[in-house]
C-alpha cells in the first residue's frame, strides 16, 4: 500500500492510545460504541496485568532527539545499560492528559507494580528511529537475563529532565508566542502564549518539551 495508506491503518484512528481514560476497565467503557482503540485496549488489559517489566516505543512526528521516558519507579541504569540514548524524561505520567498505556501494567498489587521503560525513539519515516528501538529492545532483554549476551555502557552521563507542568490551552484561539524547540530553556516569566489580553508564562526557569510544531494548534487535547 502507498505509505499515507500504511500510515491510517497503524496510526491511531480515533483515541490516542497515550490519552486513555482512568476508568478504561469500567462498564461505561464497554461496547461497540467505544472508540476503536478503546476497545483494543480493554482487550489487551488483562495481558498488560501480567507484566513485570515492560517497554513501550514510541516515534514522533518531529524531529525530536531520542529519549527514554521512566514510568513508575524513576531510571534503572541497569536495566537502559546499552541503549544509546542521553536524554531522559522523569514523572511525565504526573502531568500528561489521561493514561498512558503503561498505566495498566501490572496488577497494582504492591508486589506487583511493574518496572516500565518507555522511548521516544525518533521520527516516524526515519529507520534509525527502528535501529534504535531495535538496540533497545535487544539491549533490556540482555541486562534482564532473558536471552544471551551482555551489554556495554553506550552512556557515560544522562541528561534528567524533571517533568513538573504541562501547558494546555484553554481553547483554541490561545496562540504560542513563538516556536519553542524542545529542550530549550526558558525564563521565569517569559510569556508562553497569549489570546485575547490573557497570557500563559512560565512559571519558573525550565525547559520545554514536545511544543507544538504550530503556533495555534488545531487539537487542544493533546
Same mark, same amino acid.
Not at 500500500?1 to 480515533?14: V, W
Not at 483494543?40 to 498488560?48: D, G, K, S, T
Not at 507484566?51 to 532527539?65: E, M, P, Y
Given at each position: 500500500?502507498?505509505?499515507?495508506?500504511? $500510515?491510517?491503518?497503524?496510526?491511531?484512528?480515533?483515541k490516542n492510545m497515550n490519552r486513555l481514560?482512568?476508568?478504561?476497565?469500567?462498564?461505561?467503557?464497554?461496547?461497540?460504541?467505544?472508540?476503536?482503540?478503546?476497545?483494543?485496549?480493554?482487550?489487551? %488489559?488483562?495481558?498488560?496485568?501480567?507484566?513485570?517489566?515492560?517497554?513501550? @516505543?514510541?516515534?514522533? $512526528?518531529?524531529?525530536?532527539?531520542?529519549?527514554? /521516558?521512566?514510568?513508575?519507579g524513576g531510571l534503572r541504569p541497569d536495566?537502559?545499560? &546499552? *541503549?544509546?540514548?542521553?536524554?531522559?524524561?522523569?514523572? @511525565?505520567?504526573? #502531568?500528561?492528559? &489521561?493514561?498512558?498505556?503503561?498505566?495498566?501494567?501490572?496488577?497494582?498489587?504492591?508486589?506487583?507494580?511493574? /518496572? =516500565?521503560?518507555? /522511548?521516544?525513539?525518533?521520527?516516524?519515516?526515519?529507520?534509525?528511529?527502528?535501529?534504535?528501538?531495535?538496540?533497545?529492545?535487544?539491549?533490556?532483554?540482555?541486562?534482564? &537475563?532473558?536471552? %544471551?549476551?551482555?551489554?556495554?555502557?553506550? #552512556?557515560s552521563q544522562y541528561e534528567i529532565y524533571?517533568?513538573?507542568? +504541562?501547558?494546555? *490551552?484553554?481553547?483554541?484561539?490561545?496562540?504560542?508566542?513563538?516556536? *519553542?524547540?524542545? *529542550?530549550?530553556? =526558558?525564563?521565569?516569566?517569559?510569556?508562553?502564549?497569549?489570546?485575547?489580553?490573557?497570557?500563559? #508564562?512560565?512559571? +519558573? $526557569?525550565?525547559?520545554?518539551?514536545?511544543?507544538?510544531? $504550530?503556533?495555534?494548534?488545531?487539537?487542544?487535547?493533546?
Open positions: 500500500l502507498p505509505a499515507s495508506e500504511r $500510515k491510517e491503518q497503524y496510526r491511531y484512528l480515533e481514560p482512568h476508568n478504561l476497565l469500567d462498564e461505561k467503557c464497554s461496547g461497540m460504541s467505544q472508540p476503536v482503540e478503546i476497545r483494543r485496549a480493554r482487550e489487551l %488489559a488483562p495481558i498488560w496485568a501480567q507484566f513485570t517489566h515492560g517497554l513501550d @516505543i514510541h516515534s514522533t $512526528k518531529g524531529d525530536i532527539a531520542p529519549m527514554i /521516558i521512566t514510568g513508575l536495566l537502559v545499560r &546499552g *541503549f544509546p540514548i542521553t536524554k531522559v524524561l522523569t514523572e @511525565i505520567h504526573t #502531568v500528561q492528559i &489521561g493514561s498512558p498505556v503503561y498505566g495498566f501494567f501490572g496488577s497494582k498489587s504492591a508486589a506487583d507494580v511493574p /518496572i =516500565v521503560l518507555e /522511548i521516544e525513539a525518533g521520527t516516524h519515516q526515519d529507520t534509525k528511529s527502528f535501529e534504535r528501538a531495535s538496540v533497545c529492545a535487544e539491549a533490556l532483554l540482555k541486562n534482564l &537475563g532473558m536471552i %544471551a549476551g551482555s551489554t556495554d555502557a553506550a #552512556v524533571e517533568m513538573f507542568d +504541562t501547558i494546555v *490551552f484553554p481553547n483554541t484561539t490561545y496562540e504560542l508566542t513563538r516556536y *519553542f524547540q524542545d *529542550f530549550e530553556e =526558558v525564563r521565569e516569566g517569559e510569556t508562553i502564549a497569549r489570546s485575547r489580553g490573557n497570557v500563559i #508564562v512560565a512559571a +519558573t $526557569k525550565c525547559h520545554t518539551v514536545f511544543a507544538s510544531q $504550530k503556533l495555534r494548534p488545531t487539537d487542544v487535547a493533546e
